[in-house]
């Protein structure tokens, strides 16, 4: 479960102010996938962030009793000049996981060979994307934060990331932001709406998909 408790998410940048919630309070409950639509700039990644912990509300409170996961696929933390080993190490410590466990997973999965050795910042685009989402699928969560679903690497990796995501996500609940309405359709039961800094919850994800579509006209 994962709740806003009259959260409040405001940006302040060249002298403007921009309110993204303003008194938001919702409940995702456990056992519901949920999906988040809003017009661009509607705060739909700022939430999935927040909800990772990834991003801090400027006021109320943000309460999660699952363990949550980072967006899918996210590279933000992770340390540049730390190997993919390093890497895998340290975030398996912090998740409390098996080190080796995990590592021997993702240096598995990700495919790049001895670059498991080498510092991240000289990881290519795909190489990153392999190592990311291994990442990902590495370690068990509760509920698995998705900001758009986003193909890695060629038909054959993708067919194992479908595979591996498949397991994943049969235990899990998702909560996904996209553009794409049959995504959200195929991932999620219910919707949220952010809109004017509010956020509403609809127990029907087509009835969210009409509010998003007449607001986006």
């Known amino acids: 479960m994962i709740r806003f408790d009259t959260v409040t998410k405001i940006y302040k940048t060249n002298g403007h102010r921009r309110t993204v919630l303003d008194r938001a309070s919702i409940t995702m409950r456990s056992g519901v996938n949920y999906g988040i639509l809003g017009i661009n700039g509607a705060g739909k990644s700022t939430m999935i962030r927040m909800m990772a912990g990834s991003e801090s509300a400027t006021r109320g409170h943000i309460l999660r009793t699952s363990r949550v996961s ?3 696929g996210f590279s933000g933390g992770f340390h540049p000049l730390m190997t993919g080993k390093e890497n895998a190490i340290f975030v398996a410590r912090v998740y409390g996981e098996d080190p080796r466990k995990v590592l021997d997973f993702v240096a598995d999965f990700s ?3 001895d670059y498991i050795n080498v510092p991240i910042r000289t990881y290519s685009s795909g190489m990153s994307s392999r190592f990311n989402f291994g990442m990902s ?3 068990p969560f509760d509920t698995y934060l998705i900001d758009e679903v986003t193909a890695v690497g ?5 067919q194992r990331c479908e595979e591996v995501w498949s397991t994943r996500r ?3 609940d998702i909560i996904i932001c996209s553009h ?3 995504t959200l359709r195929s991932y999620a039961t ?3 709406v952010l809109a004017n800094g509010r956020a509403v919850i609809y127990p029907d994800i ?3 998909i009409e509010v998003y579509q007449r607001l986006n006209q």
């Open 137 to 139: 699928m590495a370690i």
């Open 206 to 208: 087509n009835d969210a």
């Open 180 to 182: 794409s309405m049959e």
């Open 111 to 113: 495919e790049i060979g």
């Open 190 to 192: 219910e919707g949220i």
């Open 170 to 172: 049969a235990n899990a």
């Open 154 to 158: 060629d038909a054959r990796f993708q």
């Open 70 to 72: 980072w967006p899918l």
